[in-house]
């Protein structure tokens, strides 16, 4: 059977919107991380919100775009389908630590101080690993010739 070029590119969009929120996401996770060795103010917690609402965007991005298909059982490409299996356990454990952490800290009343620093930190590594098994599962989608920008991968927005 031969698979429907229009589905490939609607993957490829969804996919660079993906990527987009991602770089939104790190940009804001980075400049979270440049203000953390200072008392948090009234800039910090905008850009913490801020953050907030593009890592829910992000992480719903990923979910409904790049999962969305496979865990609908619509992905016939083997490669594909062996590459989720491997990395969506884990993508699925840290998007859950994700929302967790959204949760905690997405009203002003209730900013641990004292643990957001070190939550904050926790999140960033998680989201490395999370950012390296996507990037997997995109190559193993759109090919390892598809150029996944710098400042979407893990380390690249601050790097």
């Known amino acids: 059977m031969v698979e429907d070029p229009s589905r490939r590119v609607r993957s490829r969009k969804l996919i660079e919107d993906m990527l987009e929120e991602r770089r939104q996401m790190l940009v804001l996770l980075w400049e979270l991380f440049g203000r953390s060795d200072s008392e948090p103010d009234a800039d910090f917690y905008d850009t913490l919100n801020q953050f907030l609402n593009v890592l829910v965007d992000y992480l719903s991005a990923g979910h409904f775009g790049l999962y969305g298909r496979i865990a609908d059982g619509n992905e016939r490409r083997q490669k594909v389908?062996?590459?989720a299996e491997s990395t969506y356990p884990v993508i699925a454990e840290i998007t859950q630590l994700a929302l967790d952490f959204s949760e905690r800290y997405e009203?002003?009343?209730t900013h641990h101080t004292d643990e957001l620093v070190s939550?904050?930190?926790?999140l960033g590594e998680a989201l490395a690993n999370r950012i390296e098994l996507e990037d997997q599962?995109?190559?193993a989608m759109l090919g390892e010739t598809f150029e996944i920008p710098a400042e979407t991968r893990?380390?690249?927005a601050g790097a």
């Open 81 to 83: 389908v062996e590459a």
């Open 107 to 109: 009203a002003p009343e």
């Open 119 to 122: 939550d904050l930190s926790k």
């Open 137 to 139: 599962l995109i190559l």
């Open 154 to 156: 893990a380390g690249g």
